[in-house]
């Protein structure tokens, strides 16, 4: 790996990191040793490292802001790419904007508002990229990044692919997006609305958040999707759930689809607390609770 790291110094301004705790790279503050990190400064370094990793088969795994990330404890064998660099946005008149894939969802929320677009504005406080955003179909309220996208670049190692947002097959909390290929940027298309109504909606929002969601421990939100017809967190509430833990995990007292971290939590405390919530609420419901958080690396 060192090897590589040198190489990839040859390549990046942006750091390049050999061992980085991942742990340091979540919301929910979990995730053992990266063997490489970077952080690609632009989409011509962003593509010249996948590129480089591809010739000698290197696995890489994108990361935004890791607020949907449960990483395992023995960390990810290969390249973990950081895209909060690749910022750049664009507003290009009739309401379309392009945005880079590492800007913080919440930056792109207030400069529509500013710029009187509406179609994001439910969104606010969800701690995403817009990368991330994508690759889940981030929402909330009625809102979904479903609704606004056109067009994605999408980087590989033989260049930039523009793929209309139709093909990402997008639905509650997912998108088919091809293997090993990085959201580089998204072309967007949002609603004339009054800037001053989108500031409050922003606002009452946050506030929602701030009363239903204020856990104060370090969590990935919502750990579960929503089965058809049902809210996870009632289930998990009646199930008589709220306060249970494995090791430092713990199934938030205050919103019951949230586990935190109480502090020290390994990986494999998230991992067998979400194994009991499960098989707690399939034997008193039937219903099998699928989780929204994406598990990832070794153990
Ligand atoms: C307090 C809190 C509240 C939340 N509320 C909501 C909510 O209301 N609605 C909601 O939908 N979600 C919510 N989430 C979950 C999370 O914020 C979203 O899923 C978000 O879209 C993840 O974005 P991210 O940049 O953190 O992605 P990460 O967690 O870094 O990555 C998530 C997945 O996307 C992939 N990925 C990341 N960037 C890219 C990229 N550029 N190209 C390709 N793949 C990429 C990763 O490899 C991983 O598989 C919440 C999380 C927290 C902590």
């Known amino acids: 790996m060192n090897f590589l790291a040198a190489e990839l110094r040859d390549i990046l301004q942006g750091p390049v990191l050999v061992g980085e705790p991942l742990r340091r790279h979540t919301t929910w503050r979990i995730g053992g040793p990266a063997d490489i990190f970077i952080a690609p400064r632009n989409e011509t370094e962003l593509l010249a490292s996948l590129r480089l990793l591809a010739r000698v088969d290197v696995p890489w795994l994108p990361l935004g802001t890791g607020s949907n990330l449960l990483i395992r404890d023995g960390g990810f064998r290969g390249a973990v790419i950081h895209t909060g660099a690749l910022r750049d946005s664009e507003f290009l008149g009739e309401g379309r904007v392009r945005v880079g894939g590492g800007l913080p969802l919440m930056r792109l929320v207030r400069a529509c508002a500013r710029k009187g677009l509406a179609g994001l504005e439910d969104l606010a406080g969800i701690p995403a990229t817009v990368g991330g955003a994508v690759a889940m ?4 309220g009625g ?70 969601q204020g856990v104060g421990k370090p969590n990935a939100g919502s750990v579960f999707k929503n089965p058809p017809g049902e809210q996870a967190w009632k289930l998990i509430d009646r199930a008589g759930l709220r306060g249970y833990a494995v090791g430092n995990a713990e199934v938030s007292e205050k919103h019951t689809n949230f586990i935190v971290n109480r502090g020290g939590a390994r990986a494999s405390d998230v991992l067998a607390l979400i194994a009991e919530i499960q098989r707690i609420v399939r034997e008193q419901t039937g219903i099998l609770l699928e989780p929204e958080v994406q598990v990832v690396g070794d153990a």
């Open 143 to 212: 809102q979904d990044i479903a609704g606004v996208l056109e067009t994605v670049s999408l980087a590989g190692p033989d260049g930039i692919e523009i793929c209309s947002a139709a093909r990402l097959d997008l639905g509650y909390r997912r998108a088919a997006l091809p293997h090993g290929r990085i959201v580089a940027a998204a072309l967007l298309r949002f609603q004339p609305a009054d800037p001053q109504w989108l500031e409050q909606r922003i606002q009452s929002r946050l506030q929602n958040r701030r009363k239903a």
């Open 137 to 140: 179909n981030a929402g909330a």
